[in-house]
């Protein structure tokens, strides 16, 4: 059958424009704004309809529709008709390509809205990109092909969009025109994806038949399809509920960015706020500490208000000084959230490394940075069934739910009910990438209940009677590199001076505390973490701790560095290349490993990591152990 | 009772809370100021953002010499108004070679603004640096980053992009790196004319029409600025009512005839118009990718 094709609705009300510019602007000053996603396959017409959103409210210009005109003839895929896709598929290789595959930002405003949309690629591989352009989305549109229904990636973009917690979901049934405007099966669609919906979590959806090609039920409701009698996507997408208005209802918080202290009679608290409303003279909570005051100004530079809603930056100050700095969370005082350290979540990796349970990252909630470490995975989510599987890490894109550890309590609130103080990004400590973005479900009870106790003798007193400063002499290197000996060199030495030390010996610790451990990366992982909280406990009891590890990765050195006061944690780099240990070869463990006998052996199989600045070097194939020893204790005096 | 804020009241908004990010992370940020209508927007969010304190860092201006007159003139004005320290940078080799616009092509823009950035950046140990580009401007654009990662030679690669989540900014980076930032990214120039409207901010009078003398050189309608500018054989300059959509070297800028001489005026003929903002600026022309290109060489 011939389609008309239907001319673009123009949104611009260009009489007023020409006729009065002063009325149009006051009236286009007041427009709200609306962030929305779109998801869908390859072909599902994603890029078409971004380009028909961007056609039909005049965003496109003539030079852009003469470039568009040229492209699409010489590598469209519509024939001789306008390739809206073209439009919006940005960066040269993926143009060559044909595939949008990483997420960009369009925009576009019709006489009601402004409109950011994020473009999302539909690829398995690409799960972040979704999540990413989901994070700050008020809504998503869900495309399907009406020639194939309910696919795979429908369900998994459909669980994807719930995960981030995405209040309006628009279910866009495309090509429309290919099935010849089927009634019938467009009904049959919506009632599989009704029905997987429910069962995924999602109460209520906004379906509707269109075309992005032709123009149906975008801007108007289509002539085509008489039988649908809800609104175009246009208008749908005009007055939905926004995130920005829902979140004023919620109490109010606003987490710290920075403490703005011009002189010494202004002191404010600047941030953006979260959640809730906030008022001269209200009574607030600075969490974690506690602290309660009133605000006595809202401050900015277009003058002192008398309320901020959220959405709004802006500067507080209290009547009363308490403290409050980067990373506190200003609340109302009857209603403030939680303080914990330890989580379940939901973490979506990210990074082509996968995840090591037991590592530290960096992990940033609000404007809160913490050092955190994730367990094995309760289980991970196959996201185009939802089935639960086993796993012991979590690879790129997967998406498991863990429990977290923070090394210090973090004021929170559950992702259901405050994305920003329940959504968080993970850092490797090492490369600096962000690995991984995750969700906070609740805290757990134990982190509530066990509560740090403090004792009237402390360290500085185990010390003092000691007449020394405890440390940590770290010594890490390769197998048979002379850590033991040169660290029993040392302790002799130290000996000799009246020093109270103690050796932690690899070998020794695996006979008792760790024999429960193997040596697979998250074995190791624990071994350290364990022998780094022990050595930490003989620190506090005033005694140097000589610690002789492989200990072959940074992040867990780093991890019992960060553990320490400064300056207590002393990394020892005992440096001998792999050749020499290898041909030393003291307990016949490399011939072992390089006859396949031993697996995970640092150096052979399994990476060792050396320091970047250790705190001494000593390089064993220039030194005796004898001279090593000397030459690390002359570097650690005065002990006292 | 619930209070809607307008879609520039978001953006201003979420400007500031990147600006705010930026100040408290970063060891050394400046801000790149081009004199034009979107630095101009930039530099007045930033000191929205730490009233009643002024903007904690510095403006730098990375200087080719061949700005117009009136840009040089606002550019004091406009750093001391906001009580800010402005930076001035030229390229030396640039200086020592006489590299200009009519002689050199796009090396004029590789040398004066490409690698005088990454000098001024290296020189001054700047470890953050905002930048005005907005997202709307250019397809490349549309999928960078806010906080953009450059390596230590300061090269762009679109393929290896931190994702960013929600308003979490991670703005860890190794010594040697640094970060572009573009608190604007997701204003369109709509929304940079409205706001300049609405707040009454000041902007270069080039952008609003007056007879000034020009001629028309490959298709593009050039002012001749001062007595730099070499005439061809055969061209008389002739006095016309124009103004410019946008600023860069004069040489490079084209000007559109227009009678706008005032904001409404102004966002009237954009309204109006049929033609995108960069078209007036020869640096885009060259092939379809070449935005693309140009930041993967460390252009901003």
Redesign the interface.
């Known amino acids: 059958m011939p389609h008309a094709t239907s001319d673009p609705v123009i949104y611009k009300t260009d009489d007023l424009i020409a006729a009065d510019i002063d009325s149009y602007l006051a009236l286009h000053q007041h427009k709200s704004l609306l962030r929305f996603i779109t998801c869908g396959s390859v072909d599902d017409g994603k890029s078409t309809l971004i380009g028909r959103l961007l056609y039909d409210s005049k965003m496109i210009f003539e030079d852009q529709l003469v470039a568009l005109e040229s492209d699409s003839k010489r590598m469209g895929t519509q024939g001789q008709e306008i390739d809206f896709a073209l439009l919006v598929d940005g960066l040269a290789a993926e143009r060559e390509q044909g595939i949008t595959i990483d997420v960009a930002y369009r925009f576009f405003a019709t006489e009601k809205r402004k409109f950011i949309v994020a473009d999302c690629p539909g690829h398995e591989q690409y799960t972040r990109n979704m999540v990413t352009g989901a994070s700050t989305a008020d809504l998503a549109v869900i495309l399907i092909d009406a020639r194939k229904g309910v696919l795979i990636q429908t369900r998994r973009h459909s669980y994807l969009a719930k995960l981030l917690g995405i209040r309006n979901i628009v279910l866009a049934v495309n090509k429309m025109d290919l099935i010849d405007y089927d009634q019938a099966k467009y009904d049959a669609i919506v009632a599989e994806y009704s029905a997987f919906a429910t069962s995924i979590g999602i109460d209520d959806f906004t379906a509707m038949p269109i075309s992005g090609f032709k123009g149906d039920n975008i801007t108007e409701r289509s002539a085509h399809m008489p039988w649908y009698v809800g609104q175009p996507l246009i208008a749908h997408l005009e007055t939905v509920a926004l995130d920005n208005d829902v979140d004023q209802a919620k109490p109010m918080r606003m987490a710290v960015q920075w403490v703005n202290r011009p002189n010494l009679d202004f002191r404010g608290f600047s941030g953006q706020i979260a959640t809730g409303i906030v008022r001269l003279g209200d009574a607030i909570r600075v969490l974690p500490s506690g602290k309660t005051s009133t605000i006595s100004k809202i401050v900015t530079f277009d003058g002192d208000l008398d309320e901020a809603v959220a959405g709004q930056s802006v500067t507080l100050c209290f009547a009363d000084e308490i403290d409050c700095s980067r990373g506190n969370v200003i609340a109302a005082a009857d209603n403030p959230p939680e303080v914990s350290d330890q989580f379940e979540c939901t973490i979506v990796w990210m990074a082509d490394e996968a995840l090591v349970p037991g590592r530290a990252y960096w992990l940033k909630l609000g404007t809160q940075t913490v050092s955190a470490t994730v367990q094995s995975p309760k289980y991970a989510v196959n996201v185009n069934n939802m089935e639960h599987m086993a796993a012991k890490t979590l690879e790129l894109n997967a998406i498991g739910v863990a429990e977290i550890a923070t090394d210090k309590p973090i004021v929170f609130e559950p992702y259901a009910s405050n994305h920003s103080l329940g959504g968080f990004i993970l850092i490797d400590k090492i490369s600096n990438a962000t690995v991984a973005a995750g969700m906070l479900h609740f805290s757990l009870r134990r982190a509530q209940n066990v509560h740090w106790q403090a004792t009237d003798i402390g360290r500085q007193a185990h010390a003092a009677l000691k007449n020394q400063k405890p440390k940590i002499l770290w010594f890490t290197g390769l197998s048979g590199s002379g850590k033991s000996t040169i660290a029993n060199e040392v302790e002799k030495t130290l000996n000799l001076l009246n020093r109270h030390t103690f050796l932690l010996d690899g070998d020794n610790i695996r006979h008792g505390l760790n024999k429960d451990l193997g040596f697979t990366e998250t074995d190791r992982i624990e071994n350290i973490r364990r022998v780094g909280e022990v050595a930490k406990l003989m620190a506090d009891a005033g005694l140097i701790v000589l610690t002789a590890f492989i200990s072959p990765f940074r992040a867990e050195r780093d991890m019992v560095r960060a553990m320490m006061p400064e300056g207590e944690f002393v990394e020892i780099f005992v440096d001998t290349p792999l050749e020499v240990a290898e041909a030393r070869d003291v307990k016949g463990l490399y011939k072992k490993a390089r006859a396949g006998q031993l697996k995970n052996f640092t150096g052979i199989d399994s990476p060792y990591e050396p320091p970047e600045n250790p705190d001494i070097c000593v390089n064993t194939v220039e030194m005796s152990p004898a001279e090593a020893a000397e030459h690390i204790v002359r570097l650690l005096m005065p002990l006292k | 009772m619930?209070?809607?804020?307008?879609?520039?009241?978001?953006?201003?908004?979420e400007a500031?809370?990147i600006m705010?990010?930026v100040?408290?992370e970063a060891e050394k940020p400046v801000m790149l100021y081009s004199v034009g209508k979107d630095s101009a927007v930039m530099l007045h969010l930033a000191?929205?953002?730490?009233?009643?304190?002024?903007p904690p860092f510095p403006l730098l201006h990375v200087d080719t010499t061949w700005k117009f007159k009136a840009m040089y003139e606002l550019r004091e004005k406009a750093a001391r108004d906001a009580g800010m320290d402005l930076l001035i940078y030229q390229n030396p080799e640039a200086i020592e070679r006489g590299i200009n616009p009519f002689d050199h092509g796009s090396l004029h823009t590789d040398m004066w603004k490409t690698q005088g950035l990454k000098q001024a950046l290296d020189t001054y140990g700047f470890d953050v640096a905002f930048g005005g580009a907005r997202?709307?401007e250019e397809?490349?654009r549309?999928?960078e980053r806010i906080f953009s990662f450059r390596a230590a030679t300061h090269g762009w690669d679109?393929k290896n992009?931190?994702?960013?989540?929600?308003?979490?900014y991670?703005a860890?980076?190794?010594k040697s790196e640094s970060i572009r930032v573009f608190p604007i990214?997701?204003w369109?120039e709509?929304?940079i004319w409205?706001y300049i409207?609405?707040e009454n901010i000041e902007i270069v009078p080039l952008y609003f029409s007056a007879p000034r003398p020009t001629v028309t050189r490959d298709g593009m309608l050039l002012m001749i600025d001062d007595e730099r500018f070499p005439l061809n054989a055969g061209e008389v300059p002739v006095e016309r009512s124009i103004r410019f959509r946008t600023l860069g070297c004069y040489p490079l800028t084209g000007a559109v005839e227009s009678n706008a001489a005032t904001l409404?005026?102004i966002?009237?003929e954009m309204?109006?118009?049929?033609?995108?903002e960069r078209?007036g600026r020869a640096i885009d022309h060259d092939q379809?990718?070449s935005m693309?290109k140009k930041k993967q060489e460390g252009y901003f």
């Open positions: 619930t209070k809607t804020l307008t879609h520039l009241e978001r953006l201003e908004a500031i809370h705010r990010e100040v408290a000191r929205k953002a730490f009233y009643p304190s002024p997202r709307d397809k490349s549309a999928k679109p992009q931190r994702p960013e989540l929600w308003n979490l991670n860890r980076k190794a990214s997701n369109t709509l929304d409205q409207h609405l409404p005026e966002i009237q309204l109006l118009t049929t033609t995108s078209q379809a990718a693309e």
